[in-house]
């Protein structure tokens, strides 16, 4: 059974810092892995989408990485802002097409 | 629609009431997607709609559970003899392929509170 795993829970930094967000599964076979941002109360928006035959994905300040082999995969935030606070997930698709989501790691950034 | 529209946005029922949220995804997507996030909980699978396929119903908790998907677009989640431990945000999601490689696009989700 597929699981995944997001450290650390939850992690408050000051504004400007560069950042990593990690993300861990438990079975290599996977199609792809998708990162998304979740605000209080709402739903989550798509942030990145790495296939698997891909090793990274890049919008704006944010860098995804896929190391199938080793089951991991970091989000990387540069230069973070106040309006990057958030629970950051990640979620894996194996092979029954359904994603198999993180427990997400809560961020702050403080100004 | 430009993304995915759920309602109601909240729902407050008692227990034992049947409740029913509604699903419209992204126009032209053929796969969609229902999950509960419950309080402090990640977010776990409920039941997944590709196209004319037989549903993939895998990840529904109990009998009281269903869903259909009409004319391949809108759906609903009918959740009968609600119990308290239903209170969750259910969210629902669609994509344009499905399956392996679609990229998945979330309603801001409707959110039940059983009394």
């Known amino acids: 059974k597929q699981e995944v795993t997001q450290i650390p829970a939850a992690l408050s930094v000051p504004e400007g810092e560069n950042l990593v967000l990690n993300c861990s599964f438990t079975?290599?076979?996977?199609?792809?892995l998708q990162w998304f941002r979740q605000d209080p109360g709402k739903g989550l928006t798509s942030l990145l989408l790495i296939q698997s035959s891909q090793r990274e994905q890049t919008s704006g300040r944010l860098n995804a990485s896929l190391d199938k082999s080793s089951g991991r995969s970091t989000l990387y935030i540069a230069a973070s802002q106040p309006g990057d606070s958030a629970t950051y997930l990640c979620?894996?698709?194996?092979?029954?097409?359904?994603?198999?989501f993180g427990q997400g790691t809560r961020l702050t950034i403080n100004p | 629609g430009a993304g995915v529209s759920q309602s109601p946005s909240n729902k407050v029922t008692e227990k034992g009431k049947d409740v029913e949220l509604r699903c419209d995804p992204i126009?032209?997507?053929?796969?969609l997607y229902w999950y509960r996030q419950s309080l402090g909980q990640g977010l776990e699978f409920l039941i997944y709609f590709q196209g004319n396929s037989a549903p993939d119903k895998s990840g529904l908790p109990s009998d009281r559970f269903s869903a259909e998907r009409t004319g391949g677009s809108v759906s609903t989640l009918t959740i009968q003899r609600t119990q308290q431990e239903d209170s969750a945000v259910y969210l629902c999601?669609?994509?344009?392929?499905?399956?392996?490689?679609?990229?998945?696009?979330f309603g801001e989700g409707s959110r039940l509170t059983v009394l």
């Open positions: 079975d290599s076979a996977i199609y792809n």
């Open positions: 979620a894996v698709t194996p092979g029954a097409q359904k994603l198999v």
């Open positions: 999601a669609s994509s344009r392929t499905g399956g392996s490689t679609g990229e998945l696009f």
């Open positions: 126009s032209g997507h053929t796969a």
